[in-house]
């Protein structure tokens, strides 16, 4: 198991900063994911450590073995970089049997045909596919050319796996199903991967680490709990989480002693003391951390109900009082009608304050 290093990468198209200076350790075996929304660099990152682009400046190690450096003048080509990808398309070989898709780099490794065909039969048992390994690509489903896909890099044993969006051409049943096996491939290779999406249910789901970036930069890169309960930017706070996190521009004062935030309808005193003097930043509260009540409760917050959503496992109700509104969650069916009473109650710990000028978290 080998780590994968990024220092001072940086990739321009033109004018455009597509990857500005960017430094990032991917620890062996550790399985971790950029987040970011299109166009943020995700994409040119991975075809960076693929050496399928080459920076304007930087280095790139692959387990401790320089690939790219332009001031040391080294490039490794992709195909020695002991690499498995799998990206959106599943480029798979059209003309090629799925055995040989299978096994055409396993070919070009020169090992031997006993040790090929036992990696293929394996290979194949694995993803449940022993009995396609003779047809083309053509003439297998989206779902079951992207098996063909897995299970390539599985007869592979590369030690760094690169993965861009692998899931995006799934329907949302099969995406479920490739999301455990991809985990699963990880944990049998257990190859230090780089997992690009910007669907942050894949990133927070597979991930033992989630990097978020923005326009070329990384905003924060911490563990998935990390990086849904205490994101370090209102941006990362505002892309992570569905339904989207409820933020509210509020004033903090003093009242008997403790720091509040006024939301308007309700002051709700904060767990600990912020590290701010502003007084007026924006607060975040996700939809889980709003318990809400149908019968009226003493220093709840009223509200009525503007919106009722339910999806199965769970409800997403949407509620107005005179100066917010929330967005709720709720585990299970929510029975209630369009313009109902509720009364909500807001945990302060799970409040998060961010300076309204930077973005940036006050960590209270
Ligand atoms: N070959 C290229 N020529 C010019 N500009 C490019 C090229 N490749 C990428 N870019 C630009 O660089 C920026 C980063 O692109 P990149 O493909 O890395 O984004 P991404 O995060 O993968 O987005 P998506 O989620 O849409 O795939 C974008 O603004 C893009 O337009
Ligand atoms: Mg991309």
Same mark, same amino acid.
């Given at each position: 198991?080998?780590?994968?290093?990024?220092?001072? !990468?940086?990739?321009?198209? /033109?004018?455009?900063?597509?990857?500005?200076?960017?430094?990032?350790?991917?620890?062996?075996?550790?399985?971790?994911?950029?987040?970011?929304?299109?166009?943020?660099?995700?994409?040119?990152?991975?075809?960076?450590?693929?050496?399928?682009?080459?920076?304007?400046?930087?280095?790139? @190690?692959?387990? /401790?073995?320089?690939?790219?450096? %332009?001031?040391?003048? !080294?490039?490794?080509?992709?195909?020695? +970089?002991?690499?498995?990808?799998?990206?959106?398309?599943?480029? #798979?070989?059209?003309?090629?049997?799925?055995?040989?898709?299978?096994?055409?780099?396993?070919?070009?490794?020169?090992?031997?045909? *006993?040790?090929?065909?036992?990696?293929?039969?394996?290979? #194949?048992?694995?993803?449940?596919?022993?009995?396609?390994?003779?047809?083309?690509?053509?003439?297998?489903?989206?779902?079951?050319?992207? %098996?063909?896909?897995?299970?390539? #890099?599985?007869?592979?044993?590369?030690?760094?796996?690169?993965? &861009?969006?692998?899931?995006?051409?799934?329907?949302?049943?099969?995406?479920?199903?490739? %999301?455990?096996?991809? =985990?699963?491939?990880?944990?049998?290779?257990?190859?230090?991967? !780089?997992?690009?999406?910007? &669907? *942050?249910?894949?990133?927070?789901?597979?991930?033992?680490?989630?990097?978020?970036?923005?326009?070329?930069?990384?905003? *924060?890169?911490?563990?998935?709990? &990390?990086?849904? @309960?205490?994101?370090?930017?209102?941006?990362?706070? $505002?892309?992570?989480?569905?339904?989207?996190?409820?933020?509210?521009?509020? +004033?903090?004062?003093?009242?008997? /002693?403790?720091?509040?935030? &006024?939301?308007?309808?309700?002051?709700?005193?904060?767990?600990?003391?912020?590290?701010? =003097?502003?007084?007026?930043?924006?607060?975040?509260? %996700?939809?889980?951390?709003?318990?809400?009540?149908?019968?009226?409760?003493?220093?709840?917050?009223?509200?009525?109900?503007?919106?009722?959503?339910?999806? /199965?496992?769970?409800?997403?109700? *949407?509620?107005?009082?005179? @100066?917010?509104?929330?967005?709720?969650?709720?585990?299970?069916?929510?029975?209630?009608?369009?313009?109902?009473?509720?009364?909500?109650?807001?945990?302060?710990?799970?409040?998060?304050?961010?300076?309204? $000028?930077?973005?940036?978290?006050?960590?209270?």
């Amino acid at each position: 198991m080998e780590e994968i290093r990024l220092e001072g !990468v940086r990739k321009t198209y /033109g004018r455009e900063v597509a990857v500005a200076d960017l430094d990032l350790r991917v620890e062996p075996g550790e399985f971790l994911t950029i987040l970011g929304p299109s166009g943020c660099g995700k994409t040119t990152t991975l075809r960076i450590i693929a050496g399928l682009e080459d920076p304007d400046r930087g280095d790139v @190690h692959l387990g /401790g073995t320089v690939v790219f450096s %332009r001031e040391r003048g !080294v490039i490794v080509p992709p195909e020695r +970089r002991n690499l498995g990808l799998i990206f959106q398309s599943y480029a #798979l070989w059209p003309h090629m049997t799925v055995a040989r898709n299978i096994t055409l780099a396993l070919r070009e490794k020169g090992l031997s045909r *006993q040790e090929i065909e036992e990696r293929l039969v394996s290979a #194949l048992e694995k993803v449940q596919m022993d009995a396609f390994r003779d047809r083309y690509p053509s003439e297998l489903s989206g779902g079951q050319q992207q %098996r063909v896909a897995v299970a390539r #890099l599985i007869a592979l044993r590369p030690s760094f796996l690169l993965m &861009d969006e692998p899931l995006s051409n799934l329907d949302a049943m099969l995406r479920i199903d490739m %999301r455990s096996e991809l =985990k699963q491939l990880h944990r049998d290779l257990g190859a230090t991967t !780089v997992y690009v999406t910007h &669907d *942050q249910i894949e990133a927070l789901t597979l991930s033992d680490t989630v990097v978020v970036m923005d326009r070329g930069v990384v905003l *924060q890169k911490a563990t998935p709990f &990390d990086i849904y @309960h205490h994101p370090s930017t209102l941006f990362v706070a $505002e892309f992570v989480g569905n339904p989207r996190i409820n933020s509210f521009q509020t +004033r903090l004062r003093r009242m008997n /002693g403790e720091t509040v935030a &006024d939301f308007g309808d309700l002051t709700v005193p904060l767990a600990g003391e912020p590290a701010t =003097k502003l007084d007026h930043v924006i607060a975040t509260l %996700r939809p889980e951390d709003i318990r809400i009540s149908q019968v009226e409760k003493p220093g709840w917050l009223k509200g009525r109900i503007s919106s009722i959503q339910p999806t /199965g496992s769970e409800t997403i109700v *949407q509620t107005e009082s005179a @100066h917010c509104r929330f967005t709720v969650l709720q585990s299970g069916f929510f029975q209630a009608r369009l313009d109902d009473d509720v009364w909500l109650r807001i945990e302060s710990r799970s409040l998060n304050l961010f300076d309204p $000028e930077t973005g940036r978290s006050l960590a209270v």
